[in-house]
């Protein structure tokens, strides 16, 4: 198998000062891409550790949570290093409480740099990427986002957000060579010792390191990603996927309020379900099928 390597490629990691976009940031220089190492705090320190260790490497302070922070930092790397091929969009903050005491402040924040933030970073890099036929993008999402957690609405929203936001960008992606995954990470940092018990931590610290999360991203960032669209789970050794489905359903076009509930086993049966790509092919195969293959043959 080919090794996988970024030999004159640009890569833009965000939020790369420490935790797990430093190791994003290493694991792409150690394989041959000049990486911007983006970050509020401590960019460079890690892009003068990565140099040391003889990798490509500068360091950006753009603030992603606005708009001209985020265009900034494409304008800087496309001056810097003439383009961006790879963007990882893994700068967040985490501030985690309940609906009865969350304040609007906390909910704007976490939106701003997680969500917004994402959004901002890779609206500048899209003219570039689709101009060059050629792009990967990783988006960072969370169990939180995709499956709930408590005491963490803003968190959750920010990143259900963004899964939705890597969907419809990998589609749109499609056309330009533009290939868009996330991921739902798990490992030891600064942000997950901040809200995890210090039992769990101690776990995690041992048994999650960050360096079980970057070849995953290394893989997708790299010209052999084998899909678009994707939302991985990985972390701790394992890796495999977090990911809507569509159930078969319940099927009557009399339904009334009262057929629904004596059908309730129906609607929720998970037995047969399809991960399709795309909200149109998902009501497509589901809906209007059943209605053109006889389901309804009355209506
Ligand atoms: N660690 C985990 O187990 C875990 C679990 C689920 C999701 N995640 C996600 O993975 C990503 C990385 O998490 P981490 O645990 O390494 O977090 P971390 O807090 O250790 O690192 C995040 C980095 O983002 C930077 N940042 C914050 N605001 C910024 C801004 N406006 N502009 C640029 N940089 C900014 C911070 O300074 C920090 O260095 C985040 O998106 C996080 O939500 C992590």
């Known amino acids: 198998m080919r090794n996988i390597n970024f030999s004159g490629r640009v890569a833009i990691v965000t939020g790369a000062g ?26 460079g320190e890690v892009a003068d550790a990565i140099r040391d260790a003889g990798g490509s490497s500068i360091a950006s302070d753009h603030d ?3 708009p001209t922070g985020a265009k900034g930092l494409i304008d800087f790397t496309e001056a810097q290093c003439g383009g961006v091929d790879v963007l990882v969009n893994n700068a967040a903050v985490g501030r ?34 689709a101009a060059q036929g050629y792009g990967r993008i990783v988006m960072t999402t969370s169990g939180h986002g995709l499956l709930g957690g408590r005491d963490s609405i803003s968190y959750s929203a920010t990143k259900g957000g963004v899964f939705g936001m890597m969907r419809s960008a990998a589609l749109d992606g499609k056309p330009f060579g533009i290939m868009v995954n996330s991921i739902c990470p798990a490992a030891y940092t600064p942000m997950a010792e901040s809200y995890v018990s210090e039992e769990w931590a101690e776990k995690m610290r041992v048994e999650s390191p960050t360096s079980l999360v970057s070849p995953l991203v290394a893989l997708l ?14 972390g ?14 319940y099927y009557d076009r009399d339904q009334t309020p009262e057929s629904i509930l004596e059908h309730w086993s129906e609607v929720t049966d998970t037995a047969v379900q399809t991960a399709y790509t795309s909200s ?8 209007i099928a059943r209605r053109r293959t006889g389901a309804d043959a009355t209506h």
């Open 64 to 66: 992603i949570s606005t």
């Open 18 to 43: 420490r935790g797990l976009g430093r190791s994003y940031a290493e694991i792409l220089a150690a394989r041959g891409a000049i990486v911007v190492v983006n970050d509020v705090t401590n960019p």
């Open 236 to 249: 701790s050794g394992r890796v495999g996927m977090v990911t809507p489905f569509t159930n078969a359903g």
């Open 96 to 129: 985690y409480s309940s609906f009865l005491n969350v304040e609007i402040e906390e909910y704007e924040l976490v939106r701003r740099v997680g969500l917004d933030g994402t959004f901002y970073v890779t609206r500048a890099a899209w003219p570039i990427m």
């Open 221 to 234: 960032c790299s010209e052999q990603c084998p899909t678009t669209g994707a939302n991985f789970d990985v």
């Open 280 to 287: 149109r092919e998902s009501t497509e195969a589901v809906g």
